[in-house]
């Protein structure tokens, strides 16, 4: 199996300022049929389920705002808030969809400072 | 607009079952993959089981091989998850979720709660 390992577990970060979150795979996620990336990037509000923010380790999802990027490639990936808003305060998780089982990090908890 | 409901979840003892059912709407449902995945209280997410758009083919996490079997209904656009043997570690809200054709989850449900406990 896949092991995605997040860093930090939980970081706070004031308004406006950027926020990084890292991930890294256990074993390259690079699909060498389509040179793309199997990396995923969710964000769970308190109470809610998750949802999808970037897929294939860069591409926002439809509707997700600009100040959400990701980036890296192979087994280290990053997503990045440019300008951390309070709406913002979730916890995030990297995904795998290279091979089952589909694996998650075990997720990274940002907060306002 | 896109929606999946989770249902048949509740307060089980260690080796009883269940049968979650997610109803989904405002998609074709037979078009897509369909998956399971669970979150313990307080805890992160672990993808359970998939199943192709046909029902023939479907995955499955190690640790619930052989108890809980994975099915969809694609003229009630429905999908169920037969959950057997159940055991304390299986306590978790169970999400079903959209497989986007890129294999991620593109829409979640809200969401049904299984409680192991006697």
């Known amino acids: 199996d896949i092991v995605m390992t997040q860093s930090p577990d939980s970081l706070a970060v004031s308004l406006g300022e950027r926020a990084t979150i890292n991930c890294k795979s256990s074993?390259?996620?690079?699909?060498?049929?389509?040179?793309?990336?199997?990396l995923a990037w969710y964000q769970q509000r308190p109470g809610q389920p998750p949802k999808l923010l970037i897929y294939?380790?860069?591409t926002r999802q439809s509707g997700v705002p600009d100040r959400f990027s990701g980036s890296g490639s192979g087994t280290d990936f990053t997503l990045t808030i440019s300008s951390l808003q309070a709406e913002d305060v979730a916890v995030y998780y990297c995904?795998?969809?290279?091979?089952?089982?589909?694996?998650f990090g075990q997720g990274t908890k940002l907060d306002i400072k | 607009e896109v929606e999946l409901v989770e249902s048949g979840g509740g307060l089980v003892q260690p080796g009883g079952s269940l049968r979650l059912s997610c109803a989904a709407s405002?998609?074709?449902?037979?078009?897509?993959?369909m998956t399971w995945v669970r979150q313990a209280p307080g805890k992160g997410l672990e993808w359970v089981a998939n199943?192709?758009?046909?029902?023939?083919?479907?995955k499955y996490v190690d640790s619930v091989k052989g108890r809980f079997t994975i099915s969809r209904d694609n003229a009630q656009n429905s999908l169920y998850l037969q959950l057997n043997s159940l055991i304390a570690a299986d306590t978790a809200i169970y999400y079903c979720?959209?497989?986007?054709?890129?294999?991620?989850?593109?829409?979640w449900g809200q969401g049904t709660l299984v409680t192991v406990s006697s």
């Open positions: 979720a959209r497989t986007s054709s890129i294999t991620c989850y593109d829409y």
């Open positions: 405002g998609f074709s449902f037979s078009t897509y993959w």
């Open positions: 199943i192709r758009q046909d029902g023939n083919e479907k």
């Open positions: 074993q390259s996620v690079l699909y060498s049929s389509n040179n793309k990336n199997q």
């Open positions: 294939w380790a860069s």
């Open positions: 995904q795998q969809y290279y091979s089952a089982p589909y694996t």
